[in-house]
Structure formats: structure tokens, C-alpha cells
């Protein structure tokens, strides 16, 4: 059974975009030039690139604990420009956690147009395993920013902003996650259930 999560006030085989008809795919599950791990050798952790079917340059990526530190940060090669977007964005990760492996957290880390850098995290303290989707949503105003750093801090998103990286928090260093898909949704509609009468 999948579970949801969110992050603060606001769920990597392939990549789609609905926004402005961007198609990301390519920057982030290439083989050559989707993500990199910061300090990932002194950390302990391995990132391995998944092909779709043998020798495809597309693919997912599996993130691989060897013991040392809990924490792991994924940075995209070439950050992601949000779209336009009238209210809010959706942003959605398909995540799946080997068996052993227990999630705790999931941040996005986003950088605005004066080069502060936002993070927005999970309700720590929960526990994830199995297949899981991460969801954050990013409001076009007013949107509180708790953890911050980099230039020009005012704890506010001034955009336009960029998606620069993840991060991950394991209960124990051992196991692994694979990142299955991300998807980035303009203005989502809110679906209302039907009134059903007898």
C-alpha cells in the first residue's frame, strides 16, 4: 500500500511535468546528468543509476547506505526553474524504501532570485517505509519560510525560484531508496467529493 506524506504547510525511472508544457525528463533521470551527491564518499553512500531496460540512458536512481551518516543530500546538476504558477505548485516524489530501510524526512531545498536558499521538510517524527510519495506545496504568496541560508535572507520566496537538491533522513544508515518519479503541478484543483443521497 502507498503512503502520502506532506511537508510543511505545503509525494527518480522517469519524470513528468504538467506546467507549461516543460518536459524535465532528461535533466534528471540522464544517466550523465541528472544528480550528485553532496560529500557522498565521505558520507558512506553510494548514488547508482537504474536503466529503465539495459543500456537505456534513462532510468531511475538508487541511493545506497554503507553505514556512516543517517542524512543524505541530492543535488541536481542544473537546478530546476519552476514554472509560472497563478496560486500554488505542487510538487510530488515517488520514493521507494528497500525493506530495512526507515525514512524519517524529506526536504526540498529551493533558491530564490536574491540566492537565498529554502528548505521545506517533512512533520519530522513520522516513520515511512515500503513505496511512499512525498508531496510539498509551494504558494505564489505569503508562503512561511521556516530554515533558511545563502544571500539576501528574508525568510521569504522571492521569485522566480529553483529547485537546487534534496535531502533524505534515514532511522539507521543502512538500506537504500530508490527516487521513482517527480512530478510538478501548476494551480492543482481541489477534487470535491459527491454529495450522495440514499
Known amino acids: 500500500m502507498k503512503k502520502m506524506f506532506s511537508f510543511f504547510t505545503i509525494s527518480v525511472m522517469a519524470i513528468s511535468m504538467r506546467a507549461a508544457g516543460n518536459d524535465i525528463a532528461a535533466k534528471l533521470f540522464d544517466q550523465s546528468s541528472g544528480f550528485r551527491l ?71 531545498r529551493l533558491q530564490d532570485a536574491e540566492g537565498e536558499v529554502c528548505m521545506f521538510n517533512s512533520n519530522r517524527g513520522g516513520r515511512y517505509t515500503g513505496n ?12 512561511k519560510v521556516g530554515v533558511s541560508w545563502g544571500r539576501n535572507i528574508n525568510k521569504k520566496l ?9 535531502a533524505f533522513l534515514l ?20 477534487v470535491q467529493a459527491e454529495k450522495v443521497t440514499p
Do not use: Y
Request: proline letters at 8%; aromatic letters at 6%.
Open 171 to 190: 532511522q539507521q544508515p543502512k538500506g537504500d531508496i530508490t527516487i521513482k518519479s517527480l512530478r510538478l503541478i501548476t494551480d492543482p484543483q481541489e
Open 132 to 143: 511512499i510519495t512525498a508531496i510539498w506545496e509551494i504558494a505564489a504568496t505569503g508562503q
Open 38 to 108: 553532496h560529500e557522498g564518499k565521505v558520507r558512506k553512500q553510494k548514488l547508482i543509476f537504474i536503466p529503465e531496460i539495459p543500456g537505456a540512458d534513462t532510468g531511475s536512481w538508487r541511493i545506497v547506505w554503507e553505514k556512516g551518516e543517517k542524512i543524505l543530500e541530492l543535488i541536481l546538476k542544473h537546478p530546476i526553474k519552476l514554472p509560472p504558477f497563478e496560486s500554488k505548485i505542487r510538487i510530488e516524489m515517488e520514493i521507494e524504501c528497500s525493506p530495512g530501510a526507515t525514512l524519517l524526512a524529506a526536504d526540498l
Open 158 to 166: 522571492d521569485f522566480p525560484v529553483s529547485i537546487t537538491n534534496f
